[in-house]
């Protein structure tokens, strides 16, 4: 039996899981049109690894490390449980020749019941890290978003995409503004840990 961990994801996993497309398609209503849009020209568009600015901003990283103190403090707490059950396991089974009938059906009693509490522990702990991760993706969204469209409007830019959402398939790294977005997000956020603290 062993305590339930939300997997890490991957980069590309981390782009889809960090903004998707409702946020994009909410992003582009709020862009505004560039000049040569206006005037019938070819749009502009800018792409975003969402999944790099959370990985590599400061707040995405502070979110990150929350997350990693839960996990890491469940996992804790699931080993401590697991271990006192298997204790008490293994002295039923050394002690149970000498036990009487009625002190091992005690102790088989007590073992059902830590077993159990152990079970729904590790459902517990995987329900308060889903949500501890649920809450820093809205947190990071919400923080995220503005900046990105700082970004468009200090480069006049009509559409900005996810870089692995939309149906996306190639850009040009001349389009990429994640390093831009991660810079200006860097000077306007401030640590997130305190914005974003798991809950047990």
């Keep these: ?18 903004l998707g497309p409702a946020l994009v398609a909410a992003l582009l209503a709020t862009l505004p ?10 749009p502009s ?21 929350s997350l990693k103190q839960l996990r890491e403090q469940k996992q804790a707490e699931g080993q401590a449980k697991k271990q006192d059950a298997e204790a008490l396991r293994d002295r039923i089974a050394q002690s149970r020749l000498a036990l009487s009938p009625e002190k091992l ?14 079970q ?3 459902a517990d702990a995987k329900r308060a890290i889903d949500e501890a991760s649920a809450d820093a993706m809205t947190s990071f969204n919400e923080q ?8 468009g409007r200090e ?10 959402e939309a149906g996306l398939l190639f850009a040009d790294e001349k389009l990429d503004i994640t390093d831009s977005v991660i810079e200006l ?3 306007r956020s401030g640590p997130a840990a305190a914005a974003s603290e798991p809950s047990e």
């Design 120 to 122: 729904r522990f590790e």
């Design 1 to 18: 039996m062993s305590l339930i961990i939300v997997p890490s994801r991957t980069r590309r996993s981390l782009a889809r899981w960090a």
């Design 33 to 42: 049109v560039a000049a040569g849009a206006q005037e019938g020209g070819l």
């Design 45 to 65: 568009i800018g792409v975003v690894d969402a999944g790099l600015v959370f990985q590599q901003s400061q707040y995405g990283k502070d979110l990150l490390g």
């Design 144 to 151: 995220i978003m503005p900046v990105i469209d700082a970004v």
């Design 185 to 187: 997000f860097d000077q």
């Design 155 to 164: 480069r006049g830019l009509t559409l900005i995409f996810n870089k692995f």
């Design 105 to 118: 059906e005690e102790l088989e009693k007590e073992l059902e019941d830590k077993v159990i509490a152990l």
